[in-house]
Nanobody, 114 residues
Framework: QVQLAESGGGLAQAGGSLRLSCAGSGYIVLPKPMGWYRQPPGKQRELVASISDDGRVTYGDSVKGRFTISRDTGRNTAYLQMNDLKPEDTAVYYC????????WGQGTQVTVSS
């Protein structure tokens, strides 16, 4: 069984930065695809960023150039550095890890004030 623990959310002002972490535990034969989706209030969940098992990264159009995903394979941890935050980045952010199935973190709230 795989478990994901998220941390790093909170409140930021527009133009500020936050860093999310997603630590995996359990039986994980790394590397595996990991990343984040987010769900803004009243909207559907959308891809923020992902990193494949061979290190290829993908970003949602709205965060390109502002967010950076990285991974520390030895620590089973992924990171999402979020810079130049905007109020529209306000959402619950969910990390995921995919093996034969997709596992999800508990979600962390990110709120950006204008």
């Amino acid at each position: 069984q795989v478990q994901l623990a998220e941390s790093g959310g909170g409140l930021a002002q527009a133009g500020g930065s936050l860093r999310l972490s997603c630590a995996g535990s359990g039986y994980i034969v790394l590397p595996k695809p990991m990343g984040w989706y987010r769900q803004p209030p009243g909207k559907q969940r959308e891809l923020v960023a992902s990193i494949s098992d061979d290190g290829r990264v993908t970003y949602g159009d709205s965060v390109k150039g502002r967010f950076t995903i990285s991974r520390d394979t030895g620590r089973n941890t992924a990171y999402l550095q979020m810079n130049d935050l905007k109020p529209e980045d306000t959402a619950v952010y969910y990390c995921f890890l995919t093996t034969r199935t997709t596992y999800w973190g508990q979600g962390t709230q990110v709120t950006v004030s204008s």
